[in-house]
């Protein structure tokens, strides 16, 4: 874990009103210099939790629960120390300081795992945007979802679901016209290794896409479903899932499908529900199992 730069957490505090932290997630009213609502901890009908932006700190009477914008974050979105201040760091737009000369990993980083994610959310707004598109072609991997599947559009759009096209070229086309680097993309995990300087080729061609997200809700890779226009090449059949290789940001074994979202819910319900696949933990989810998530592969990692 990298060190952040001294006095990096207290001015991450400085720069964040916690009233704009809290209301997200409590509707606030206002009592004196102070805000009072009703607690995200407890169900309760009086509100007993106050905010207190000039100091800094809230406190929940019903829970006991009390802290800062940090502490605050790490009960509502169930994270350590460290995410939440990464969150936090994202949401309100604050880079990330390090200590200079501490070693890890994540530093080689922070600007090329910021553009690696980036990318993955433009490619999937590229997928949703193919996915819905009425050509015959792309109406497969509606259909699928919908008459196959038996999911709704709505919540297609909520899971981010996508389409990968059958020619493997398009999705570099598209990215390169927007200006990303060619580093980037050979880093992304959307294309297979370039080589003679020849055009982008896509892992994924003619498959359902179903973007993967980290424990913080951003998007690090995809799993493609095979469809009926998935090509085949002779008499070696295409796999029916393919999932992102590993990248700086996608490590299969240390993600859960569906974290982002379960792990609100693991507050209050501490056990979870794990099962096999990304679509099955849809279908759970929707039906009102909040706490399912699916594996990235078939062994978990530390």
């Known amino acids: 874990m990298p060190r952040l730069a001294d006095g990096f957490v207290g001015e991450l505090k400085d720069r964040i009103d916690l009233y704009d932290i809290v209301s997200r997630y409590v509707q606030l009213k206002k009592s004196g210099s102070s805000w009072v609502g009703l607690s995200p901890f407890n169900k309760e009908k009086t509100p007993s939790f106050y905010v207190h932006p000039q100091k800094g700190f809230f406190n929940c009477f019903s829970s006991g629960e009390k802290g800062d914008g940090i502490t605050f974050i790490q009960k509502i979105e169930n994270l350590d120390f460290y995410e939440a201040v990464e969150y936090l760091s994202r949401e309100f737009s604050i880079p990330l300081r390090f200590q200079e000369g501490s070693s890890s990993v994540q530093p080689l980083g922070q600007n090329i795992r910021k553009e ?26 509606q259909n699928y979802w919908v008459d196959e599947r038996k999911f709704s559009l709505e919540t297609a759009h909520e899971f981010g679901i996508g ?52 424990k913080l809700g951003r998007i690090c890779g995809f799993t493609g479903r095979k469809l009926s226009v998935t090509p085949e090449w002779g008499e070696k059949k295409a796999p029916k899932y393919v ?34 696949g990304q679509l099955d933990a849809i279908r759970c989810y929707i039906e009102g199992f909040q706490t399912t998530v699916a594996p990235q592969g078939t062994a978990f990692k530390d």
């Open 116 to 141: 690696l994610f980036a990318i993955q959310e433009v490619a999937k707004d590229w997928f949703q945007e193919q996915f819905n598109k009425k050509t015959k072609e792309n109406q497969t991997a």
């Open 243 to 276: 999932n992102s290789p590993e990248t700086p940001i996608f490590l299969k074994g240390q993600l859960l499908f569906n974290l982002d979202l379960a792990n609100k819910a693991l507050n209050e319900q501490k056990d979870f529900l794990l099962v096999e």
């Open 163 to 214: 389409y990968a096209p059958v020619d493997r070229h398009l999705l570099g086309k598209f990215l390169t016209s927007k200006g990303i680097s060619d580093n980037i993309l050979a880093k992304s995990g959307l294309f297979y290794e370039r080589k003679n300087k020849t055009e982008w080729v896509s892992i994924f061609c003619g498959r359902l896409m179903i973007p993967i997200r980290e």
